[in-house]
């Protein structure tokens, strides 16, 4: 338990309108600089792949990245930070001992291990609707900038930036098809003028001033490092998920071998397990 008036209370979140006078965490809360990413829960197959490429390449950096643990966008922002083996940390909207959605228990863990899971709400607190934009508030107000990848008309995310520039934070923002709903949001915080943003590097471009981007390996040089049942496992992902009883007819591979593969690949950010059992290709 970390009250306002300890040492170890976050100095961004004091500067915030109505900072919460407790927090809750569950492991360590690193005070380095941070970048809240946030998004659409039903969001599409390129926009979970992008989330994930920019926290991992952001993270790699020493830049911490602060979500609210929720399915899609925010998912995909932990699990990216997760495989640059930075730190990330989840901002709930119920006790920090309630794993909300319940399939996130794994990521809880990990997240818990790697970074912190933080709440203003005390312990066995459900995850009501009306606990969400407080938590925006504060996941704004642990970061120095935030970026949305895809978000509706009328999303938390969008809170979540408002509270940002009220807070005097920048604001991120990856452009979006016109005529997808969830590009709606995205696209008319651009009009309103954030920064927009197609690379990491044009993030590290402002929080990490000098910083280079690693250089991103080309897709025939990733193939040639795996061995050949994986290389013939890779080649029949891409960008659209794929189902893993699919994948098995495909691929020709038991369900064991499968499995195993897999996880290996998944471990080394070759491909990303979504939702349902599905499969994408992450380079």
Same mark, same amino acid.
Request: with cysteine; glycine share 10%; net charge negative.
């Given at each position: 338990?970390?009250?306002?008036?300890?040492?170890?209370?976050?100095?961004?979140?004091?500067?915030?309108?109505?900072?919460?006078?407790?927090?809750?965490?569950?492991?360590?809360?690193?005070?380095?600089?941070?970048?809240?990413?946030? =998004?659409?829960?039903?969001?599409? &197959? #390129? !926009?979970?792949?992008?989330?994930?490429? $920019?926290?991992?390449?952001?993270?790699?950096?020493?830049?911490?990245?602060?979500? =609210?643990?929720?399915?899609?966008?925010?998912? #995909?922002?932990?699990? =990216?930070?997760?495989?640059?083996? !930075?730190?990330?940390?989840?901002?709930?909207?119920?006790?920090?001992?309630?794993?909300?959605?319940?399939?996130?228990?794994?990521?809880?863990?990990?997240?818990?291990?790697?970074?912190?899971?933080?709440?203003?709400?005390?312990?066995?607190?459900?995850?009501?609707?009306?606990? $969400?934009?407080?938590?925006n508030r504060i996941i704004s107000g642990l970061s120095q900038a935030v970026l949305?990848?895809?978000?509706?008309?009328?999303?938390?995310?969008?809170?979540?930036?408002?509270?940002?520039?009220?807070?005097?934070?920048?604001?991120?923002?990856?452009?979006?098809?016109?005529?997808?709903?969830? +590009?709606?949001?995205?696209?008319?915080?651009?009009?309103?003028?954030?920064?927009?943003?197609?690379?990491?590097?044009?993030?590290?471009?402002?929080?990490?001033?000098?910083?280079?981007?690693?250089?991103?390996?080309?897709?025939?040089?990733?193939?040639? &490092?795996?061995?050949?049942?994986?290389?013939?496992?890779?080649?029949?992902? &891409?960008?659209?998920?794929?189902?893993?009883?699919?994948?098995?007819?495909? +691929?020709?591979?038991?369900?064991?071998?499968?499995?195993?593969?897999?996880?290996?690949?998944?471990?080394?950010?070759?491909?990303?397990?979504?939702? !349902?059992?599905?499969?994408?290709?992450? $380079?």
């Open positions: 338990i970390i009250s306002f008036w300890d040492e170890s209370y976050p100095e961004s979140l004091k500067t915030i309108h109505d900072p919460p006078a407790i927090l809750y965490v569950q492991g360590n809360l690193c005070q380095t600089p941070a970048l809240a990413v946030v =998004g659409s829960r039903r969001c599409s &197959s #390129a !926009g979970l792949k992008t989330t994930r490429e $920019f926290s991992r390449e952001v993270a790699r950096h020493g830049i911490t990245i602060i979500s =609210g643990l929720a399915r899609g966008i925010d998912s #995909a922002a932990h699990e =990216g930070a997760l495989d640059a083996e !930075g730190t990330t940390i989840a901002v709930l909207g119920c006790g920090i001992d309630r794993i909300y959605p319940p399939e996130n228990g794994r990521l809880f863990q990990r997240i818990s291990e790697q970074g912190a899971i933080v709440s203003e709400y005390l312990p066995g607190t459900a995850p009501l609707p009306g606990h $969400f934009p407080g938590r949305v990848v895809e978000a509706a008309q009328g999303s938390g995310s969008l809170i979540t930036a408002e509270f940002a520039l009220e807070q005097g934070r920048d604001v991120f923002a990856i452009p979006g098809a016109i005529a997808s709903p969830t +590009s709606c949001g995205v696209n008319h915080l651009l009009k309103d003028g954030a920064h927009l943003v197609t690379e990491p590097q044009d993030i590290l471009n402002v929080m990490r001033p000098g910083a280079t981007s690693f250089r991103t390996v080309p897709s025939s040089m990733l193939l040639e &490092s795996l061995c050949e049942q994986e290389q013939n496992l890779v080649r029949h992902l &891409s960008d659209e998920p794929v189902q893993i009883d699919d994948l098995a007819r495909k +691929s020709g591979l038991t369900p064991m071998e499968l499995s195993a593969i897999l996880l290996q690949l998944e471990l080394r950010g070759t491909v990303s397990q979504l939702p !349902g059992m599905r499969y994408i290709r992450s $380079f």
